[in-house]
């Protein structure tokens, strides 16, 4: 998968130093800093000058919070880069919007948004997993966006799933012993109690308690009723129609297994977007015998339920008619 929304957002960053004779990036640590205050102070300054469409103006917010989340993952925490963004802030409201370097980092930030906007697919690494997403024939139900869970006790999906004009929050699982559960409840840390969230190294497993961190303070999301699908529950080669992948070879349709199904809210995003990209968010699985738990990256999530969101080039929003 491409991994299209670093190439959007390089594009309209680099080459470039509005910060710098403002004092906010110049003086940044590290390249990985200076980028999260770059993006983010355009992002502002937009959000005043009105420049750039709503489309390319998500797209912008987007990167930032890519950015921002690497910065995370590479050893900053939001107290360390607090003091910048509010630089970066107090920057993008004093900026004239006739800023010639302004009006031109506008520019280039659109031009990148109409190459961007004709990307089908993105990668989204984690520090443990990853979230992919799929923009191609809009009007297909299958994985949007999506983060599997493939462990020795069960094989799990979670994210978003449908036509991109009417996608669900879904999560489908296969437990290998055959049961099956009757509720589901997403649990996520309550940004407003909790300050910061655990940042858990051991391997993912189905667990009978839920992680550390989670506990009554947590924000819980009870989902809609269980229903039984068939559904892909493991990463696949991505394909072309007809079932060929990018180097020429025959692959076929991805493999679906028997699953429940449960659809959460999507008032969660909300709570999601307040999490450290490296914390997790857990799903709590009813069964007769008991509840199980099982743990899912936050990671760049926000990043792409953004980029699923967008508007679609007319040329992506169909039904794929070809198997």
């Not at 989340?69 to 880069?81: F, I, K, Q």
């Not at 990209?277 to 007769?288: K, T, W």
Request: charged share 20%; with cysteine.
């Amino acid at each position: 998968m491409k991994k299209a929304l670093c190439v959007f957002a390089a594009a309209v960053t680099c080459g470039w130093a509005l910060l710098a004779p403002l004092g906010t990036a110049a003086d940044a640590t590290d390249a990985v800093t200076a980028t999260t205050l770059n993006r983010y102070f355009l992002a502002l300054a937009n959000d005043r000058c009105r420049a750039l469409p709503d489309d390319a103006a998500m797209a912008l917010k987007a990167g930032y919070l890519q950015a921002r989340n690497a910065a995370l993952r590479s050893g900053h925490s939001m107290s360390d880069l607090a003091p910048w963004l509010q630089r970066a802030r107090d920057a993008a409201a004093s900026v004239a919007c006739d800023a010639p370097k302004l009006t031109g980092a506008f520019d280039d930030a659109a031009a990148a948004y109409r190459r961007f906007i004709v990307q089908t697919s993105l990668d989204l690494p984690g520090l443990h997993a990853s979230w992919r997403a799929d923009r191609a024939y809009g009007d297909d139900a299958r994985w949007r966006l999506v983060q599997y869970q493939n462990l020795p006790a069960a094989d799990l999906a979670f994210g978003i799933y449908g036509g991109l004009n009417a996608p669900r929050f879904a999560v489908m699982a296969n437990f290998h012993d055959g049961a099956k559960p009757y509720a589901a409840r997403l649990l996520l840390r309550n940004a407003d109690l909790v300050g910061e969230g655990v940042i858990l190294s051991n391997p993912n497993a189905v667990t009978a308690l839920p992680p550390p961190g989670f506990g009554a303070a947590s924000l819980g999301f009870m989902a809609r009723d269980a229903q039984a699908v068939s559904a892909v529950l493991r990463p696949s080669v991505q394909t072309n129609g007809a079932g060929f992948s990018l180097t020429g070879d025959y692959i076929g349709t991805a493999q679906t297994q028997a699953a429940t199904r449960f659809d959460f809210p999507s008032q969660a995003w909300p709570a999601i977007a307040r999490l450290d990209p490296r914390e997790d968010m857990v799903i709590e699985f009813d069964f007769d015998s008991g509840p199980r738990y099982v743990r899912f990256e936050v990671g760049d999530f926000i990043s792409g339920l953004m980029y699923v969101t967008l508007p679609q080039p007319y040329t992506h929003n169909q039904r794929n008619t070809a198997g």
